[in-house]
C-alpha cells in the first residue's frame, strides 16, 4: 500500500512539474505574442498590374531531410539524454528539506543515470540503422525533379488563378540565368506583359526531432512580382507549407509514394495560397492580437466557439487534458468575430464604411501527430459569421480549425489572413497550420 501511495504522489509530481513548465512555455510565448508588432503585409501594388505572365524560375530547391537518427549510435545518445532529463525533471518537481537533501540528491541522479543507460538501450533498438536512413533519404530524394518541381507549383498557381476568374498567361523564357542571377524581364513588356510573377519552390524537406519519431513535410515557395518595362521588383516574400507527419519508414515506403502525394498536395495549397495573398489579399486595419481562449491569442478572427487553448508542447500527458478543449457533440455551432471587428472600424472608419457583401471561409482539419492532416470539412462563402456544421465529425478526435473574411472593397474582390495564433501563420503559412486554432469531439 506504501509503494501504491508513493507511486500515486511520484505522478502528481510528475504531471505538477509537467503542467507547471508548460504553462511557463505558453505564457513566455503569449507574452511574446502581444509585445511583438506584427508586421503590415504590402498590398499597394494590387491595383497597377495590369496583365500579368506567371514564370516558373528553373533552380535546384535546397533537399534536406532533417529530424531523423542517423544510425544506432545516434538513436542510442539520444535516448539516453533525453531519459535523462526527463529523470532529472521529475525529481526536481519534488521539496526536499533538512540535512539529507544532498545525500538524496546525489541518489536521485545516480537513478538518473542508470535509467539514461537504460533509455540509451531503447533508443539504439528503436532507433533505424544507419544504412536504413540512408536508403529512404535517397528514396525520398530520387522523386523530387528541379524543373518538374517548379513547373508544377507555376502550374498551380495558373489553376488557381483561372477557378477565380483571373487570366494568368504561362511563360517559360528561353535560357536560364547564372545561379542567384536576376532574370531581366523587359523583352517580355515589349509582348504586352506588364508584371511578371516569378515563383520557385526554394526548400523541400522535412522537419522534427526523436528517436524514430514522425517528421513534417515542410514546403517553402519564394515568390516576386517584376514591372516588365524596367525590370524593378516590386514585391518579394516567402511562403510556407507545413504538410503532414510520418515516420521515415512511412515517408520513403513504396518508393515514397505517400511524399509524392504530399507534394502534389504542397503544390495545390501554395498555389492557392500565393493568388490569394499576392492578389486579393486585404490586412486587417488592426493587426493587434485578440483574446482566443486559455493562454492563447488570435491574430484575425477570434474564435469564440469554440475557444482554442495555448501551444502544444507534444506531451502526451499535457496535451490529453490541457491543450484540447472538447466541443458539445459532433456537430456544433462554430461562431467568429465577424468582418468588419470594432477595432477594425476604429482603426479606419472611412474604409470599412465601403466593405460590403462580407461573408467567410471555414476550414476544419483532422490532427495526426500534432500536425493537421486531411481537410474533412470546408465551406466558403458562409452570409454569418457563425455556422452549424452539415455533417458530423468522428468521435473522440482532434482537430484544427481556421477562419477568414471574403468581402468586396471598392468593387474589388478582397480576403483576410487566415486567422491563427502566430502572427506569421496569418499570410506566410498555408492554412490550416500548427497554429490554427483546436479542438476535440466528445
Known sequence: MNDMTSQGHSARRRLRWRAAVSVLAVVVALQSGCVTV????????????????VVARQQEPEIKFEGFVHGKGQGAAMGAGVTFLQCFGAGAGSTCTGPYCGAAAALWLGICGVASAVGGVVGATAAPSAKQVRTAEAKLSSVLNANLIQESLRDQVIAAAAASGMRLQAVSPAGAPEPNQARDYRPLGADGVDTVLEVALTHIGTDGAGINSPVQLRMKAHVRLIRARDNTEIFATDYLFLGERHKL???????????LHAL???YEVLGTHIRDNVFLLY??????????GTLAVAFGLAPIYPRTRGTLTG??????????LTVDGLQPTFRWQGFP????????PEEMERVSNVRYDLIIAREQNLAPAGIVYRREGLPQSAHRLETPLSPDTRYFWTVRAHFELDGRERVTEWSAMHFMARERWTAPSNWSYRFKTP
Open 38 to 53: 506584427p508586421p503590415v503585409p504590402e498590398t499597394r501594388y494590387q491595383v497597377a498590374l495590369g496583365q500579368v505572365a
Open 249 to 259: 519508414s512511412e515517408w520513403s515506403a513504396n518508393q515514397a509514394e505517400r511524399l
Open 264 to 266: 502534389q498536395k504542397g
Open 283 to 292: 490586412p486587417f486595419p488592426d493587426h493587434e492580437a485578440h483574446a482566443a
Open 315 to 324: 506531451d502526451p500527458l499535457i496535451g490529453k487534458h490541457f491543450e484540447w
Open 341 to 348: 471587428r470594432e477595432t477594425d472600424i476604429q482603426k479606419a
